[in-house]
């Protein structure tokens, strides 16, 4: 069974710092993996799928990527804003989703 | 362009009422279509997905049961509401062959 762990759990930093959020994953048998971004009370939006066969993917201050052998993905956000703060999860594709607990980042200005 | 929509966006019920939440799709022809519940302290869930109509796949035994009666809408049902079934819920969508899955807005539900 897949298992999908992000870490940290809470990260609050000043504006203006670079930061990585982590995702590992138990069963490198993945057809992608995608980052997501939810604000408080709201559904979910897409930010960056990395297929399985990429190393990693860009759009603009994010970048995302994909060691598959390792099981493990890393988010990395440049020049963090206030805008920035949400919870961001990690999810990796089997036959359906399955999603980390997500990592709250507060970014303070 | 797609866009999902969800209803209600909230809604309260009390215990051993009926359920029913519908979510539809605009702009895209016979997708793979998705529930997932977000219980509070708990990560998303997948409940229940279709790949077309009136195929649905379960994914855990519950008190819920789902339905695609048309392309683009799929319902979330209960017959029987527990205080164990509150949570946020969402449904998503992707193109068929394509694992890249969108959100909807979500409902929130809070069984009393």
């Known amino acids: 069974k897949q298992e999908v762990t992000q870490i940290p759990a809470a990260l609050s930093v000043p504006e203006g710092e670079n930061l990585v959020l982590n995702c590992s994953f138990t069963d490198s048998a993945i057809y992608n993996l995608q980052w997501f971004r939810q604000d408080p009370g709201k559904g979910l939006t897409s930010l960056l799928l990395i297929q399985s066969s990429q190393r990693e993917q860009t759009s603009g201050r994010l970048n995302a990527s994909l060691d598959k052998s390792s099981g493990r993905s890393t988010l990395y956000i440049a020049a963090s804003q206030p805008g920035d703060s949400a919870t961001y999860l990690c999810a990796v594709t089997g036959r359906a989703l399955t999603f980390g607990s997500g990592t709250r980042l507060q970014v303070q200005p | 362009s797609q866009t999902i929509h969800q209803w209600p966006a909230t809604l309260v019920q009390p215990v051993g009422s009926p359920l029913s939440l519908e979510c539809t799709v605009e702009?895209?022809?016979?997708?793979?279509l998705y529930w997932y519940r977000q219980a509070a302290g708990r990560g998303l869930q997948l409940l229940f997905y279709s790949v077309g109509i009136g195929q649905i796949s379960s994914e855990v035994p519950q008190n819920l049961s789902a339905s695609r009666p048309q392309d683009r809408q799929f319902i979330l049902s209960s017959k029987k509401l527990l205080l164990s079934d509150s949570g946020f819920y969402l449904c998503a969508w992707s193109v068929q062959g394509i694992n890249e899955q969108f959100f909807g807005p979500g409902t929130r539900l809070t069984v009393l």
């Open positions: 702009g895209t022809s016979n997708p793979n």
